[in-house]
């Protein structure tokens, strides 16, 4: 019998090894000094200087506090190219600006890739807002607002109701009737002798009298001045 063939052993498949990308960075501002309340644009060129592809950025701009504020931002996503900022200056001082990435990229072998996620930094950019430092990190004083006191009506002068007796009018009127009264007593005390106690008791009466009470027709004409 004829001896059965043995397998041979399948040669191994080369692997054309693949590595992560690496990116560098190129920045540039439109001034390196400025005035606060300027706008000044600042732009990184990121190159690929090896490695496979990359792409889904996410773009982080770090050190413009608080000399800046981001006021907008463009960038080449979801390609890696660049990324721009447009910074307001706010502050007086000097700002470090960095421009950090984290993208994918793939490893491992060319015909079956093992896709990761990378981080890379720039170098810093040094931008400076003139003006005086120490002033702007003096806090103005903010001034108190006192609490408002609370509302009350306005004290106004009662008006008298229509209809109503008047008063001073009456005491005065009351006044008169008993001068006119004491008057009468001295002409005629001793014809009314008899009397007397009862017109005393009258004039007391009168005068015991504080209440504010509207006065008879026949009080009025008593008290009004003969003629």
């Known amino acids: 019998m004829a001896a059965a063939a043995l397998p041979t ?3 191994s498949v080369p692997c054309d090894e693949l590595r992560p990308a690496s990116l560098d960075f190129v920045l540039h501002a439109d ?8 706008v ?9 200087t090896a490695g496979g592809l990359a792409g889904i950025p996410l773009f982080r701009l770090a050190g413009a506090e608080p000399a800046f504020a981001i006021e907008d ?24 600006l960095q421009v950090s990435i984290n993208f994918e990229t793939s490893a491992g072998c060319t015909d079956a890739p093992l896709f990761l996620f990378r981080s890379a930094r720039s170098a810093r950019y040094p931008i400076t807002v003139r003006g ?14 006192l609490p408002a006191p609370p509302w009350r009506p306005e004290s ?27 008057r009468s007593l001295g002409q005629t005390r001793r014809a009314i002798a008899p009397r007397r106690v009862s017109i005393d008791r009258l004039v007391a009466a009168v005068r015991r009298s ?16 003969r003629r």
């Open 9 to 11: 052993a399948q040669a």
């Open 31 to 38: 001034a390196d000094e400025l005035d606060v309340g300027e």
């Open 40 to 48: 000044v644009e600042v732009e990184a060129q990121i190159v690929h």
């Open 73 to 96: 931002q463009d960038s080449s996503y979801p390609d890696v190219e660049f990324v721009r900022y447009w910074l307001r200056a706010i502050r007086p001082g000097r700002a470090e």
């Open 132 to 145: 005086d430092v120490r002033a702007a990190s003096t806090p103005t004083p903010t001034p108190t607002m």
């Open 156 to 182: 106004r002068a009662t008006r008298q109701p229509t209809g109503m007796p008047d008063c001073s009018r009456q005491r005065a009127m009351r006044l008169a009737l008993l001068a006119e009264i004491d």
């Open 210 to 225: 504080t209440a504010c009470r509207a006065l008879t027709p026949a009080q009025t004409s008593a008290a009004s001045p």
